[in-house]
């Protein structure tokens, strides 16, 4: 009898821990908070969706917005009852400290409606609601989001790697009327400005160089709004000074672009900071270059791309190599 009493609790556990829908899954760099499940998995190759970047006035739409595009993962999670939203965003929030993650923006409750009533949702209304989400048609997995949310929570963060930029919006719901609280992740993934970096070397940078008089150096970051070289940067650095000790008499301007976000003088200063910063990281790591390099910043001077977009002020915001005439 305790045989069989132990196999039913077995396939019971089994049962209980398995509520995942079918073939759905973690984002990469993003764990669940523990005991979730996943009850709405979503995945498009390219799509185009808006995230809020400041809060509702009452009653209104979010007053700012920023559209994104690329490779969309939408999950929707149910947190085991009896757990707060309060902690389990601190589970989002570690896992973006962890990732480190730009934060666009965050609220709580009525900070995000521009209200303190106990029924404040219209924040989440607009936020998911259909002409902002384009999940294979779907809204009905958003319902629970449009109801008392004087404890709901919101954040957005932006995370870079050496190939990819990863725009994040977590937003949930609190328990109510006997319901769990519940959890919106939405991933949109876009590739590097360029393909092909790794088959960049000494050789491709003289050949391009020598065509077109200028390289833009996919993957070379910087820390937000500093001249700190991440580290992810020294692969192409290393490509670089590979081209210029093969290349003695090449003389290069290793120039720093920005977004038009801010002030002139602040970007043109942050533009030379950063182009000093690779010329200084070159000169320490590679070799002696001597007169090779110049640094140049010219802040939001030359965008190749409109600076009144996320992804447009992102592939504005870079470092070029130029060839110098002799």
Known sequence: ??????????????????????????????????GSKIIYYFQK???????????????????????????????????????????VMKNYQDAFKANNAEI?????????????????????EKVYGKDNRQSNGETSHYYDFGAYHVAQRYMVG?????????????????????????????VIEQEALQSGLIQINADVIKDKLEKEGKLI?????????????????????????????????????IVGHTDDVGSLDTNLQLSEDRAVAVVSALMNNYGDFGTQLTP?????????????TEEGRMKNRRVEIVLKKK
């Not at 666009?104 to 989440?124: H, I, M, N, P, V």
């Open 1 to 34: 009898m305790k045989t069989k009493f132990l196999v039913l609790l077995l396939f019971f556990s089994v049962a209980f821990f398995a509520q995942d829908i079918d073939k759905a899954k973690d984002h990469e760099l993003l764990t669940r908070y523990p």
């Open 45 to 87: 190759d390219y799509n185009e969706l808006k995230f809020a970047v400041k809060p509702a006035k009452l009653e209104k739409e979010p007053q700012k917005w920023i559209e994104v595009s690329g490779h969309q993962t939408s999950i929707v999670y149910e947190v085991p009852l009896g757990k707060s939203t309060v902690e």
């Open 104 to 124: 666009l923006f965050q609220c709580k409750g009525g900070e995000c409606d521009g209200t303190t009533a106990w029924y404040s949702a219209k924040f989440f």
């Open 158 to 186: 932006k995370i870079t790697t050496s190939d990819k930029v990863y725009f994040i919006e977590i937003g949930m719901t609190p328990a109510y009327d006997g319901k769990p609280v519940k959890v919106c992740v939405e």
């Open 217 to 253: 150096l996919d993957g070379i970051l910087f820390d937000t709004g500093k001249a700190t070289l991440k580290q992810s940067s020294f692969s192409v650095l290393e490509m670089v000074g590979e081209y210029l000790n093969k290349n003695p008499k090449a003389r290069v301007y």
């Open 296 to 308: 140049l910043g010219v802040g939001p001077a030359c965008p190749v791309a409109t600076n009144e």
